[in-house]
């Protein structure tokens, strides 16, 4: 079992800044693919960011390439969403999920992340 917990969401202007942290326990996770979804309201969850815990290889959707920053701090056992430049449109709750399977480059489809926390909410007033 992996456990998932995020933190570090809430109310910021339009282009300010936030950090999520997702604090990752449970089963020794070597080369997991660590990922950031989100899901607005009335929308599907979509992807936003992974990447693999030993290597990095950092992918991004194109709607925050170059405004958020995936990272980890293996000292910590915990993954970053570093988020800049933030818009109305990022208004969303966060997830932070593990896949736990897959190799290679971290995949943005949703079906692979076999471990999911809770989310945490961001909104983004205008």
């Known amino acids: 079992q992996v456990q998932l917990e995020e933190s570090g969401g809430g109310l910021v202007q339009a282009g300010g800044s936030l950090r999520l942290s997702c604090e990752v326990s449970?089963?020794?996770?070597?080369?997991?693919?660590m990922g950031w979804f989100r899901q607005a309201p009335g929308k599907e969850r979509e992807f936003a960011a992974a990447m693999r815990w030993s290597y990095g290889n950092p992918v991004y959707a194109d709607s925050v390439k170059g405004r958020f920053s995936i990272s980890r701090d293996k000292a910590r056992n915990t993954v970053y969403l570093q988020m800049n430049s933030l818009k109305p449109d990022d208004t969303a709750v966060y997830y932070c999920?593990?896949?736990?399977?897959?190799?290679?480059?971290?995949?943005?489809?949703?079906?692979?992340?076999?471990?999911w926390g809770q989310g945490t909410q961001v909104t983004v007033s205008s």
């Open positions: 449970g089963r020794t996770f070597r080369n997991y693919a």
């Open positions: 999920a593990a896949d736990t399977k897959t190799v290679g480059i971290p995949t943005m489809h949703q079906d692979p992340y076999d471990y």
